[in-house]
């Protein structure tokens, strides 16, 4: 079927023609960057969209249900791209990344990159040995003989530390007991001057008497773990030399599988997938993304590409960071080398990034104000501070600076997102702002915000626990990584439901860059994005986040003072 209308004859089994054909003002007039990071192109969208309709369809392939994506694993990028047909038709190809439900092909999609033959020459034998060298690295692991050598010698560690233990705490009462004594001694007035310094000296003897004890216990310790250690370390340097080969087999392979990837552009050249990358070393998966197998076909096969988009569909991946049906740049860390190169030949535009919105200078809404502090609600789009790249100034720092030119000490104790509006509290002078600092790092501020989130959530209250942490390959975005995480903690509790969203409550506590955001997105959270959510969820007219309340101590006059500003939503 085409996108939109009746049978076709199809440009081949991967093209689908749009029905009704695009008009020529409907088309772009240069490629647009797959690095964008605003949405893509509409007619881009349009193909994006009638992929969308078959997945809600439930059918992937013949066999092959949509539904395997809304397992824990997660979902899945797919990519659609429109181009031109050899004979002239406007339509465009549809591409999954990496592998589904451990298929590289699916009718209706286009195929890898990779040489086949080379590879399935490659791949079964090389994949084999492998997994013999993992199982005989796991099976000496888990030997018997290891494991009755690693008992002995916690065992040994075990019995040394109850040793030590003991015999310290004999010396402690030892050292106690002459302490007692020393000071008997200073006290007693009928001993000589002799008798005073020969029961010092007894006293002193006793003292050395204990430390050599300790030495010669040490010793003996040092002597059990010299018979023991040279045999676990043996074992250890085994293990570690088996862990060496496995590694550099799985380099061989990789590179080896890397070289099956012959990787066109639009001026007709071709170049070794491992030629474009620095170091030679391509990042795992590398050309195997929806965008790179998209403009590869597109390219051999004769058809002129148009506009590229990218979306996810099925449930979040573990960390986070994804939600079904919204687009997505392409990922820069594995297509940043690879797709520049594949789109030369092409008039292709710059990448447009994310804008920070311009708000008319019509003056803060001030909540609270004494000589001490300022409490402000900040509006939706206006940055709390300006940007690191001085790009944009505009800010409620700037703002409240630019009320008082003369202050130069006012200082935010604390900061909203770009997106979400609320109570901001700024210090006027160092003293007021360390004291704040003081609160907001003990957990003394007590902080409401107020969000609409997508779908009704399961339950009425609970608590959201999970560590997080920057993106490093997507920044700003923040993911779930139990690892390498910082401690992220959200209370929250039900306010409302009403067509199919939820009304939250969220009590924030800490203070992590996006934790609402995520602990709403996140399934181990309430599973549902902030309405209007870019980052999280699917863009709206704003991001329906809230700092609604804010309670802290007043620095100055030792009094609790407790702010509210209703949402503007």
Known sequence: MSA????????????????PQPLADELPERFPSPFDEGAPHALACRAA????????????????????????????????????????????????????????????????????????????????????????????????ERAALLAEHDALVARHAE????????????????????????????????????????????????????????????????????????????????????????????RRLHDTYVVPNARGERRRLRDLYAGDEPPSGAADCAGPKLLAHALTQGFQPLALAEFWWGAPPPAGGRAAGAYYPACKDKCGPLLPYMLEGLSVAAPRPFMVPTLP???????????????????????????????????VLARLRARAPGATGTMLAHRLDLDTSGLLVAAKDARTYAALQRQFAGREVHKRYVAWVEGNVRGERGTIDFPMRVDLDDRPRQIHDPVHGKPAVTEWHVLERSQGRTKVALFPLTGRTHQLRVHAAHPLGLGAPIVGDRLYGHPGSRLHLHAEALSFQHPATGQRLTLERPAPF
């Open 4 to 19: 939109g209308g009746g049978p076709h004859l199809a440009a081949g089994p991967w093209f689908t023609p749009f029905e």
């Open 49 to 144: 969209e009638w992929l969308q309709h078959e997945l809600r369809a439930g059918q992937l392939a013949p066999g092959l249900p949509a539904s395997c994506l809304d397992t824990t694993a997660g979902g899945k990028m797919f990519g659609v791209l429109a181009v031109r047909a050899p004979d002239g038709r406007l339509g465009f190809l549809r591409a999954f990344s990496g592998m589904l439900e451990g298929r590289w092909d699916l009718p209706g999609f286009v195929p890898p990159i990779f040489i086949r033959d080379a590879r399935e020459q490659l791949e079964p034998s090389g994949e084999a040995l492998v997994k013999r060298l993992m199982a005989r690295e796991e099976a000496f692991r888990q030997s018997p």
């Open 163 to 254: 040793a030590r233990a003991a015999l310290r705490a004999t010396h402690d009462a030892r050292k106690k007991q002459r302490h007692a004594r020393r000071a008997d001694i200073a006290a007693s007035a009928g001993l000589s001057e002799d008798a005073r310094r020969a029961a010092v000296h007894a006293l002193d003897q006793e003292s050395r008497r204990d430390k050599a004890e300790l030495r010669r216990l040490e010793a003996e310790h040092d002597e059990a773990r010299r018979t023991l250690s040279p045999q676990r370390a043996r074992m250890e340097r085994r293990l570690r030399a088996m862990e060496r080969l496995r590694r550099i087999v799985c380099r061989a392979l990789m």
């Open 361 to 395: 200078p019509r003056p803060l809404d001030i909540v609270f104000e004494d000589e001490w502090l300022v409490v402000v609600d900040k509006p939706e789009g206006l940055l709390s501070v300006p940007a690191k790249d001085v790009s944009v100034e505009d800010s």
